[in-house]
């Protein structure tokens, strides 16, 4: 079952915060953040395990709730380079990692 | 070589025909997963292979997609007789993980495939 993320889009201004949400119906030994640019590839960001850990990648932070099934994305002090379209992947049992639909996040000077 | 390359970039077929996507992953990786990715959507699993092995076909649309992967390094997708809903961009990525539930299985994507079918 796919991931459900929310919000679908984020309008920010350079230096306000947003987070993205993911949550998944199935129970999920890890979840990954991808970010992908209009016409690229999506890059990987950061992997979350289970244990609720948290990790960082410049100033962008995640969280992973294996209770819940849920994981949030949290991108403080957001810059323009940060405009993109995030992705949650989650991995079960199976091994193939499934992504959610996406949230776009565009960040304004 | 140093990423994943996918060929070709930009692919425009008629109804009907048949196309073949390359995928070239990362030398040595050995898990390569093909996804399907529609306009303004997320990537859809279709496929993935550990080394030579096709593991898990579950996500092919139909019996026209086919892919393989006869030397555990180069992949080709296959869609046979394509349909105007085939349209999309098909995301190679491969891992130097073996697939499973263990997590770590970080993922580099190609830039992707978009085929256009007329």
């Known amino acids: 079952q796919q991931p459900v993320q929310s919000p679908q889009a984020v309008i920010l201004r350079e230096g306000e915060d947003a987070v993205i949400n993911c949550s998944s119906s199935k129970a999920l030994y890890s979840v990954h953040w991808y970010r992908q640019k209009h016409g690229e590839a999506p890059v990987f960001l950061m992997i979350?395990?289970?244990?609720?850990e948290q990790k960082g990648h410049e100033k962008i932070s995640a969280s992973f709730n294996e209770k819940k099934q849920q994981s949030s994305l949290y991108l403080t002090a957001s810059q323009l380079s940060y405009s993109g379209t995030y992705f949650c992947?989650?991995?079960?049992?199976?091994?193939?990692?499934?992504f959610g639909q996406g949230t776009t996040l565009q960040v304004k000077p | 070589g140093a990423g994943v390359s996918q060929s070709p970039r930009y692919k425009v077929a008629k109804r009907g025909q048949d196309v073949a996507l390359r995928c070239d992953p990362i030398s040595g990786h050995v898990s390569l997963f093909w996804y399907q990715q529609a306009l303004g959507q997320g990537p859809e699993f279709l496929t993935y292979?550990?080394?030579?092995?096709?593991?898990?076909k579950s996500g092919l649309p139909s019996d026209r997609f086919f892919a393989e992967r006869p030397e555990g390094s180069v992949s080709t997708l296959k869609i046979q007789r394509t349909q105007q809903e085939d349209s999309a961009v098909y995301l190679c990525a491969s891992s130097i993980n073996r697939v499973g539930p263990s997590g770590a299985n970080v993922l580099t994507f190609g830039a992707g495939s978009r085929l256009t079918v007329l």
């Open positions: 979350l395990l289970k244990g609720g």
């Open positions: 292979f550990q080394n030579e092995a096709q593991l898990d």
């Open positions: 992947g989650t991995l079960g049992n199976t091994g193939k990692l499934i």
